[in-house]
């Protein structure tokens, strides 16, 4: 059975798309959208070989080869321009995302749709989505195993965002998302955690840190 946050992934997906999953690894959202239905075909992007070959594995062993292409390469690469209308990345950091996007640019043009998932750095991905011409139309946030996961869709469109939008997202605030107030907390203790941590330090570089999480803590405690 796939996880909640997989689950949760594939929801975001309309019937009848065409899919690329970007960093698919097991290929199991892929397996999953075609299983299911929704969709015809998936192409899996992998771009490491032990994870591009268990998602070979994973797709022959369910018959599903005519269905899940597997394709192997970097980013965006693995797609020709035209071919996909909704892309998924998940399970990376927000840097890398960001990373995949902008070198993969010229294949987003037919695009409709992008689910992302980042771990860490959401602000970044809001940050590129509203600078390249993206607009946020979705946004969720789930726990699983104690951990909380950020999804972020977006659809071709006009936006500017809020330094609190950005990090904490436009749709997640306008509908006051009950793990939202999970999520401001963890941020409020890490922000108190590296203060104590800073306790000892003397100097400027110190000092200078100490005010800065300080305003950091303060403002998060606004936005809550
Ligand atoms: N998307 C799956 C999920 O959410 O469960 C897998 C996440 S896994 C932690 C990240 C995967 O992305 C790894 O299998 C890694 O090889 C792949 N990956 C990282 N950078 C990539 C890139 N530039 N292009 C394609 N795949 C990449």
New binding site residues.
């Given amino acids: 059975k796939i ?1 909640k ?2 689950g949760r ?1 594939s929801e975001y997906v309309p019937f009848g798309s065409v899919v690329a ?6 290929a ?2 892929p397996i999953q959208l075609v299983t299911s239905g929704k969709v015809n075909r998936v192409i899996a ?4 070989d ?3 070959q268990t998602a070979i594995a994973n797709v022959s062993r369910m018959g599903l080869q005519h269905r899940v292409d597997v394709r192997k ?6 797609v020709k321009e035209g071919e996909v209308s909704v892309v ?5 950091g927000g840097g ?1 995302i960001v ?2 996007l902008a ?1 993969g640019r010229n294949k987003l043009s037919g695009v409709e749709r992008l689910i992302l ?1 980042p ?1 860490g750095d959401a602000d970044r991905v809001r940050l590129w989505l509203g600078e390249n011409g993206w607009m946020i139309y979705e946004e969720d946030l789930l726990m699983e195993d104690e951990l909380l996961y950020e999804i972020i869709v977006a659809e071709p469109g006009v936006q500017s965002l809020t330094k609190e939008e950005e990090e904490f997202g436009p749709i997640l605030l306008r509908k006051s998302h009950p793990l939202l107030q999970v999520k401001l907390q963890q941020e409020i203790e890490k922000a108190e955690r590296v203060l104590r941590s800073l306790e000892r330090s003397n100097g400027e570089a110190a000092e200078k840190k100490r005010k800065e999480l300080e305003r950091r803590k303060n403002w998060l405690q606004e936005v809550k």
């Fill in positions: 996880s946050r997989l992934i999953d970007i960093g698919s690894d097991h199991l959202v992007g992998e771009v490491n032990g994870p591009f390469g970097d980013g965006l690469e693995v998924i990345i998940a399970g990376m890398t990373h995949i070198a998932q771990q």
